[in-house]
């Protein structure tokens, strides 16, 4: 008699929600804390003493948060685990039912369904997870969570250029003078500059009101130059990474000597040539001896793979 009691005071409150005008013996009563379906089966497992209302299992409230939900399942699903609880069924049976709640809580349209009907499932079916199931969903969502605290506590990459940070000089010495000029920078040392076109620095200082940036270039051991370029002249050798867009240097025979100071021989000199000033893609990078295979688009339909000195590449500018 009880059970066909709760079922019919459901049944009537899901009734009197429809309704202009209810029964006022009805009106704030609430439906039952475990849920039936038509054929007498529960919709949910039962979880703990037979109860198996999602939000008492989590200790929530009806209008807790997705990050309230989530909170809740980690805390109880950390003390509840059947590691520290080996031999408790009881244990077991809590956590079966707090993956059975977030099981429901976390899908919107579950709780959507819950949350209206008091059940979850059409009649007959809806099972909830295995065991092995809920211990799979926990474990990823401890995962997902430590990963998601890790990218959170790793640091930023430091924004380029800054003192200290090593930087390419671009080997397109046309790009190079066109930056200067377009910052104020006199043509007095532009054959400095020219002559440091595609080799690896270190910056200096950097302008923040220009955002030039002076770039130390080592031209024989133990003996450094100093000079301002600006802002474009210069790249973040970080950003150098497989499908990265790069143009090839026009200058050929900084090419050549980006290529042999990488340690690339002369055998495929000419078709870098037939490369130079073309638009590419990286397809490797070899960081150890500083040389990139770029695919080279050297006319329309017709792409060449070679391999390049980093120097005797950067990455496109792209047009503002």
Not at 57 to 85: C, M, Q, W
Not at 215 to 244: I, Q
Not at 269 to 293: F, N, P, W
Not at 297 to 317: E, K, S, T
């Amino acid at each position: 008699m009880a059970f066909i009691s709760r079922l019919t005071l459901a049944s009537s409150v899901r009734r009197c929600a429809k309704l202009a005008h209810c029964t006022p013996s009805l009106q704030g009563r609430a439906l039952p804390s475990a849920s039936f379906r038509a054929n007498g089966r529960r919709a949910l497992s039962s979880g703990v003493d037979g109860f198996a209302d999602p939000y008492k299992v989590l200790g929530l409230n009806r209008d807790a948060t997705d990050a309230d939900i989530k909170r809740a399942f980690r805390e109880k699903a950390l003390s509840e685990h059947p590691d520290k609880n080996p031999d408790s069924e009881e244990a077991q049976a809590r956590f079966a039912a707090i993956g059975n709640a977030y099981e429901i809580l976390n899908d919107p349209s579950k709780r959507q369904e819950y949350d209206q009907t008091g059940s979850v499932g059409s009649a007959g079916g809806g099972r909830g997870m295995s065991p092995e199931q809920h211990e799979q969903m926990v474990h990823e969502f401890l995962r997902r969570r430590q990963e998601f605290l890790r990218q959170k506590q790793r640091p930023r990459p430091k924004p380029f250029p800054q003192p200290d940070m090593e930087a390419w000089i671009r080997a397109d010495v046309a790009i190079v003078h066109r930056a200067s000029r377009e910052i104020g920078i006199s043509e007095e040392n532009d054959e400095r500059r020219a002559r440091y076109a595609g080799k690896l620095g270190v910056v200096a200082k950097v302008d923040p009101a220009d955002q030039s940036v002076k770039v130390r270039v080592m031209v024989s051991p133990g003996r450094a130059d100093e000079v301002w370029y600006g802002r474009d002249a210069v790249w973040d050798p970080r950003l150098l990474a497989p499908d990265l867009e790069v143009q090839v240097s026009p200058e050929i025979d900084v090419l050549h000597a980006t290529s042999r100071a990488a340690g690339i021989d002369s055998d495929n000199d000419e078709r870098r040539g037939r490369g130079a000033g073309k638009l590419g893609t990286v397809l490797k990078v070899d960081a150890a001896d500083g040389s990139a295979k770029v695919r080279v688009m050297v006319r329309p339909g017709r792409a060449d793979d070679l391999w390049f000195g980093i120097g005797g590449i950067a990455p496109r500018i792209k047009q503002s």
